[in-house]
């Protein structure tokens, strides 16, 4: 049974997360009320969280695009600004497409888009083993498969040229700024998720570069990166052959690169 919104239990864990700075602790303190079982299992997630562990990691779960995505410890935590990816993307992708999330973590991205679509082939890969336990969690609802391996290397031959949708939020993260990142995704979610190289783009440089052989004609790669970072990104894309466009949400701090295969290569 979740512990009742008015039971002693939950006003502490308000004054425990309030203290270890949370500062939305009345709404973390209802996410872990209507996890836990009893006031015992309360208390004690109460205290991982003001341990600096995710809520998503303590909870078990994130909500992504109106998905209750599953998110186990040491496994990155899809950030809502990453939603407007997944917008990008779904904007267009034709129906029943075929659909790649390369450096899929949880697995979020792929599923958002396939359930957005109504439906369409998904493959998801990740080098993490964790990730990738975690990953088949999520997009075997939707019929996805899930490989593990460093970026295209394991995916199936036959995807080859006919990828629609390219997903892959790498990191892309300086490793020089990873001290500046919040504690929490420091310390409890994979180095491999976050660290992007010395300009923080290597990952996404290897993407672009083995992106037009797996896309379709007309198939989009769309990648998460940050402003100061666009031109780079763009330039990545263009040297390999993928017609590239930006595209920005203020709100949510996100700025999408899509590159677009050219239907004659």
């Known amino acids: 049974m979740p512990v009742p919104p008015t039971s002693p239990a939950l006003e502490s864990v308000v004054i425990t997360l309030r203290t270890a700075g949370c500062v939305f602790a009345e709404d973390e303190a209802a996410l872990l ?11 004690a997630m109460a205290d991982r969280r003001a341990s600096g ?25 899809p950030r809502r600004r990453t939603e407007f990816l997944v917008e990008r993307a779904v904007a267009a992708a034709p129906p ?25 082939e998904l493959h998801a890969a990740d080098i993490e083993p964790a990730a990738v336990r975690c990953a088949r969690r999520n997009v075997g609802p939707f019929g996805g498969l899930v490989h593990e391996g460093d970026l295209y290397a394991p995916l199936p031959a036959d995807l080859m040229g006919r990828v629609d949708v390219l997903l892959a ?12 990142l919040p504690a929490e995704a420091r310390d409890h979610e994979p180095l491999v998720a976050l660290d992007g190289g010395a300009d923080g783009l290597d990952v996404q440089r ?14 989009v790669l769309h990648v998460e990166t940050s402003g100061r970072q666009t031109p780079w990104t763009v330039a990545a ?7 590239p466009r930006v595209e ?13 295969r050219s239907a004659v290569r």
């Not at 029943?96 to 369409?120: E, Q």
């Not at 790498?170 to 500046?180: C, D, F, H, K, S």
């Not at 290897?206 to 198939?219: F, Q």
Request: charged share 15%; glycine share 16%.
């Open 237 to 243: 894309f263009t040297a390999h052959g993928l017609d």
């Open 33 to 43: 009320a209507a996890a836990a079982r009893n006031g015992a299992e309360l208390l």
């Open 96 to 120: 029943g497409a075929v659909v790649v999330d390369l450096c899929c973590g949880s697995g979020a991205l792929g599923a958002a888009v396939i359930d957005a679509l109504g439906g369409g």
């Open 169 to 180: 939020n790498a990191p892309y993260v300086p490793t020089g700024e990873l001290a500046l």
């Open 53 to 77: 562990l995710p809520l998503e990691h303590v909870v078990g779960w994130a909500e992504f695009r109106g998905l209750r995505i599953a998110v186990d410890p040491g496994v990155f935590v």
């Open 248 to 260: 920005v949400c203020g709100e949510r701090d996100a700025t999408v690169v899509s590159g677009t």
């Open 206 to 219: 290897r993407v672009a570069a083995g992106a037009a052989r797996w896309l379709a004609p007309g198939g």
